[in-house]
């Protein structure tokens, strides 16, 4: 109140005092009160990184969000968190977008200013603008199924990545990892994860261990190794576990990896436990496809309970939060599983509805990534008793599967 014109610089000063005590949210609150966009942008920036690997989806989200729009679109590496964000929520919409603005906006800055992460060069994902923009779109890729092209973006980042940045040539691997389990390779997916899980743990990225735990799971429930992918997942609520504190989270998904599994040996009441257990610490997740897979998986167990109302009631629910619907049917099985449910219970038009929908037919070219559409479409081909042509299917899927080993 006595001097006004001072306020400007106090705020200043604070958001400087609050950066350099490690309270990001505060500098940034202070950075904006001082009318400095700029500033606050540059705070957001130095510590993406750090956000990103805790896995604080929801506090990065906001953070963005309180910085004008232009602003954002004017800085590359704002533009890649954005797109990040998306990516692991499975929407794919407008992704290419941002990332091909990135690109722009980093082409056209002659005088880039100095990037400084503040966990340091090696642990950032976002040092090297053109190798991160390289990895993103090998994840879209991943996303819509297009194996080939994941594993060409995937080589392109790891051609760009400069010999200290190491969180960057691991996240690149993974992404490699990822597409050759999409490719049909589960060996290689499964050799390349195993060694990724053991340097992140290493390296002190728990965040990401669960990550890669969560794909090493799938891989290894596609060769039908199931006691191989429990290991895996209880490793993943191991690395999660804090001293007497509470669950982290990012353990959810393990926890419905394991009754994924539980349920498929018809172990209802331990599945029943997991699934409820990792709904509840899905439901804390940024990232919704977790917990859609979840209720997805409670819908089967209630089922196999026989309590229809209760399966339909949760596989509703998990169509309601899942990802976008262009995601290929491994990374998000909920549409494919409603149908198939809709079907068990007696409603084939929607069933039918749904393969007509995506063009389905017994001559379509096989991939691995849209193996469940197909398989329900051999399901709704019984149930229009079509036999032959669903043999046919069945057999051509099968003769892909042996081939890859699955």
């Known amino acids: 109140q006595e001097h006004p014109d001072r306020v400007q610089q106090l705020h200043r000063n604070a958001a400087a005092w609050h950066e350099e005590h490690g309270l990001t ?29 805790r896995g604080e989806g929801a506090t990065l989200q906001r953070r963005l969000a309180a910085l004008p729009a232009e602003l954002v679109r004017s800085r590359p590496r704002l533009l890649l968190a954005q797109a990040l964000l998306a990516l692991l929520s499975g929407r794919v919409q407008g992704v290419e977008e941002l990332l091909a603005t990135a690109e722009r906006t980093f082409a ?65 691997r993974a992404r490699l990892a990822v597409a050759a389990w999409l490719c049909g390779r589960p060996d290689d997916a499964e050799s390349a994860l195993a060694s990724l899980i053991g340097h992140w743990r290493s390296v002190g990225q728990p965040y990401l261990a669960v990550r890669g735990c969560h794909y090493l799971g799938q891989v290894q ?7 191989a992918a429990l290991e895996t997942y209880r490793r993943a609520v191991a690395v999660t576990a804090a001293p007497d504190g509470p669950t982290v989270p990012a353990a959810g998904a393990a926890y419905v990896g394991m009754a994924e599994i539980e349920y498929q040996r018809g172990e209802l009441d331990v599945a029943i436990e997991h699934v409820t257990e990792g709904i509840a610490l899905c439901r804390q997740l940024a990232y919704p496809q977790p917990l859609a897979t979840g209720l997805a998986t409670l819908a089967w167990i209630r089922r196999a309970a026989g309590d229809d109302r209760g399966a339909l009631a949760a596989i509703d629910e998990a169509d309601r939060v899942t ?54 479409l051999a399901r709704v081909l019984l149930a229009q008793r079509r036999p032959d042509q669903a043999l046919v299917l069945l057999e051509r899927l099968q003769a892909l599967a042996v081939a890859q080993g699955r």
């Open 221 to 227: 429930r596609a060769t039908g190794r199931f006691d």
């Open 108 to 172: 056209d800055d002659e005088e880039e200013e100095p990037y400084e992460p503040s966990i340091g060069r090696a642990a950032s994902t976002l040092a090297n603008v053109p190798a991160a923009i390289a990895l993103d779109r090998a994840h879209l890729a991943e996303l819509h199924g297009d194996a080939e092209q994941a594993v060409a973006f995937g080589k392109k980042a790891l051609a760009a990545i400069n010999e200290n940045e190491s969180m960057l040539h691991s996240i690149g």
């Open 25 to 53: 949210d505060d500098a940034v609150r202070h950075a904006l009160a001082a009318g400095d966009a700029a500033r606050a942008a540059r705070v957001i920036e130095r510590h993406l990184d750090a956000g990103h690997l």
């Open 323 to 376: 990802s976008d619907r262009s995601v290929c049917r491994l990374l998000n099985p909920v549409p494919v599983q409603r149908a198939r449910l809709l079907l068990a219970h007696g409603d084939a038009a929607a069933a039918v509805s749904w393969t007509k929908e995506l063009g389905l037919g017994v001559d379509d070219e096989l991939t691995y990534p849209r193996e469940p559409d197909h398989l329900l």
